[in-house]
């Protein structure tokens, strides 16, 4: 039987050193550029970053969940939750570790279903950091349900033609290449009528009608585009994966970010859960200090609760992922994840602030970034409500219903089951009165 809560000492001298890497030479960009995480690099810029990424690779921590043959170190997925439980510290960390959303999953979908072509022309580029790149799948009218997707590829002559829009496809404006979900057999059932194309950025027909910001960014200035494919031609190379094969690449690419996403908000959780203990510690208010208070007590217990829950559960659900190399297997716990990612983040954040009293409101701490965070993260690659919808049927599977009337657990009946199991003894018992 093996059963271990520890990590290997030469990954976590490997795990020591970045965290002392992320906080010294990485989170100081988060304060030069922090919300430039996805603008082109300019010469500054690269000056800064190259030497960083260049002693992360050094250290063998670039892209850790890919394999050597991509340019990672394959070292799976649970070895990248405790290195993302760091980097979900700064929003630069993922760019200088090589392992960024949304390119990671994008650069894991190419990397499973790619051909060597494509590999060559985006994978490798994407793993360097030389491009970015835009998954572009949601659609104004239809939200998450696919079922309800129009926009088409249509076959002409040696290529496709791609006719429709996508909202929400993040990046968009810097990305060197689209990754487009598509309607390529209408007779057919969305579970195989759909196909994904890589769409070079340049391609005539990509039209971004307006980029989408989050809530405080200036208007048409986010990073979330809605766009018209207006007649996309793409030759027949384009395909990634087999034609209706667009659900199981968006397995992979989705299954990958979901779980990515709940392994940096542990680190983002901890850091709020560390900001409000230095702040318990540090403020005196009527007498005592707020460490002394026992509302202030209940929140950090409360958060130390939700945190470290989470973390085992995220870092268990990794541990499954290598272990069965299949993310549609682990489609419950991923799920279950999701689903609790973005309260234990809101919740601990928002405890956070409430210590850190009218200074935790305002734009001189991270608190209500962290708050929009995590409902972002309870929209982002699915709604919170449809993933508790996926887990409780995953649940039901393994349950069969009650033989008649009266649960299996009722008393009476177990009692009579009982007496009947050792009638001979009760018998024997009661002669003997």
């Known amino acids: 039987m093996a059963w271990d809560f520890e990590t290997e000492p030469e990954y976590r001298k490997k795990l020591d050193w970045a965290d002392e890497f992320v906080r010294d030479e990485v989170e100081p960009l988060d304060h030069l550029w922090g919300s430039e995480t996805f603008v082109p690099r300019d010469e500054t810029k ?13 250290r063998g921590l670039w892209a850790t969940h890919l394999g050597p043959e991509l340019g990672g ?7 990248l939750a405790l290195l993302n439980e760091i980097l979900g510290r700064s929003p630069w960390a993922p760019h200088v570790f090589g392992c960024q959303a949304p390119d990671t999953g994008n650069a894991e979908i190419i990397a499973h279903y790619g051909t060597p072509e494509q590999k060559e022309r985006y994978l490798r580029p994407l793993l360097d950091g030389e491009m970015f790149s835009s998954y572009s799948m949601t ?15 249509v076959r002409d002559g040696d290529g496709w033609i791609i006719d429709g829009w996508k909202y929400f496809s993040s990046n968009a404006k810097v990305a060197s290449f689209l990754i487009v979900m598509a309607v390529t057999d209408t007779e057919a059932s969305r579970g195989q009528g759909m196909s994904m194309f890589l769409v070079p950025a340049g391609t005539p027909g990509i039209k971004i009608e307006r980029n989408v ?3 405080g ?38 299954g990958g970010g979901r779980i990515h996403h709940a392994m940096r908000t542990i680190g983002l959780a901890q850091k709020a859960l560390d900001m409000m203990c230095e702040r318990a510690l540090s403020r005196e208010t009527q007498g005592s200090r707020l460490a002394d208070k026992q509302f202030v007590q209940g929140y950090i217990a409360d958060s130390y609760a939700q945190l470290v829950q989470f973390r085992l559960f995220v870092l268990y659900t990794a541990w499954e992922i290598d272990k069965y190399n299949d993310y549609k297997k682990v489609r419950k716990d991923i799920a279950t994840a999701k689903v609790v990612m973005p309260a234990v983040l809101h919740d601990i954040a928002w405890r956070a602030m409430q210590v850190h009293g009218a200074l935790g409101t305002t734009n001189e701490m991270p608190f209500f970034q962290m708050i929009h965070g ?19 049927k995953q649940v039901l599977r393994d349950y069969r219903p009650s033989d008649d009337r009266w649960p299996t ?19 024997h018992e009661v002669g003997n009165l």
């Not at 809605?226 to 989705?254: K, M, N, S, W």
């Not at 929209?379 to 993933?387: M, Q, R, S, Y």
């Open 139 to 153: 659609e104004p009218h239809a939200g998450a349900d696919p079922t309800l997707f129009t926009c088409r590829a």
């Open 73 to 79: 170190q394959g070292f799976g997925q649970l070895k």
């Open 46 to 58: 690269r000056k800064i970053l190259e030497p960083l990424k260049d002693e992360v690779k050094r």
């Open 217 to 254: 960014e200036p208007m048409n200035e986010g990073s979330h585009a809605l766009i018209h494919y207006d007649g996309v031609r793409v030759p027949a190379e384009a395909l990634l994966g087999g034609e209706g094969q667009a659900f199981a690449v968006a397995q992979t690419r989705l």
């Open 374 to 392: 995590a409902g972002v993260m309870g929209l982002a690659d699915g709604p919170t409500e449809v993933h508790k919808v996926t887990v409780a």
């Open 409 to 427: 657990e009722w008393i009476p009946r177990k009692a009579e089951a009982a007496k009947a199991k050792y009638a001979e003894y009760l018998e």
């Open 213 to 215: 910001g989050l809530y």
